[in-house]
């Protein structure tokens, strides 16, 4: 069984350093007994992302040190990686450069609920339009590449986190809308409890955890404490893997 993990921000923002740690920490388990887990990683080639508006007193965007992250938390759970970029290409860039401001071709690329999520998004950028304009090129090339990447590497399985942001939200959604199950975490207010739910499961699991940096742990799993060792099992329960998908027993 295959499974893609997106967390394009690595542990770059404090809101999803929690969810992210968990994430990785998930995915280096399930790696360690046989699944075959891929990290899709943003290499820079998006418009716009969240960090660029969290960055806008000095106007550079923290591409670099977002990818430095993301390579840490990879190469931590030794996983297989995979770039956005890599399903992008110029004739997709300039299809999108002539064509994003027509909501035809815009609603044609999203699903509705993608669409909706970019209007949600864009709502506190209404007065520039420059800034509307790349968020909407963001979710364009941003559900391009996911549906390329999902027809090559054919996950069964997303996790990720945080679907009310843009990237996060408009990858989940593309990857919903071919049939792929989508596991998401949210973090409690106090940062000391995580929420997991899935797009085809109406109930949830929440668990305590809390971790401020993930390289305080070893990457084996079998040096982890009986407390994390059993959320992790109960997360591995939750989303239904069997030991014939992943070749280990629960």
């Not at 998930?26 to 820079?44: N, P, Q």
């Not at 792929?180 to 109930?203: G, H, M, P, R």
Request: aromatic share 10%.
């Amino acid at each position: 069984m295959r499974i893609a993990v997106f967390s394009p921000y690595g542990n770059s923002t404090d809101a999803d350093l929690v969810s992210s740690n968990f994430i990785f920490l998930l995915s280096s388990y399930l790696h360690h007994h046989k699944s075959e887990v891929v990290a899709i990683k943003c290499d820079g080639c998006l418009e716009r992302c969240s960090l660029d508006f969290y960055n806008q007193v000095n106007h550079k965007r923290p591409c670099v040190v977002c990818m430095n992250s993301q390579k840490t938390l990879i190469s931590w759970s030794s996983l297989k990686d995979q770039a956005l970029s890599k399903y992008l290409n110029s004739e997709d860039l300039k299809r999108i450069n002539q064509n994003f401001a027509d909501s035809t071709f815009l609603e044609n690329i999203l699903s509705l609920a993608g669409v909706e999520l970019l209007q949600k998004y864009s709502q506190n950028f209404a007065a520039d339009q420059v800034a509307l304009s790349k968020l909407q090129k963001t979710a364009l090339s941003l559900a391009i590449s996911a549906r390329r990447l999902v027809t090559e590497l054919k996950p069964k399985l997303l996790l990720t986190h945080s679907n009310h942001d843009l990237l996060t939200g408009i990858l989940a959604l593309s990857f919903a809308d071919q049939g792929v199950t989508v596991a998401s975490y949210q973090t409690s207010a106090s940062q000391e409890e995580l929420t997991l739910s899935t797009n085809k499961n109406t109930q949830t699991l929440t668990f305590p955890f809390y971790s401020s940096n993930i390289q305080h742990f070893r990457s084996d799993p079998n040096t982890w404490d009986e407390h994390l060792r059993e959320a992790i099992l109960q997360n591995v329960s939750f989303l239904g893997l069997q030991s014939n998908q992943l070749s280990f027993y629960i």
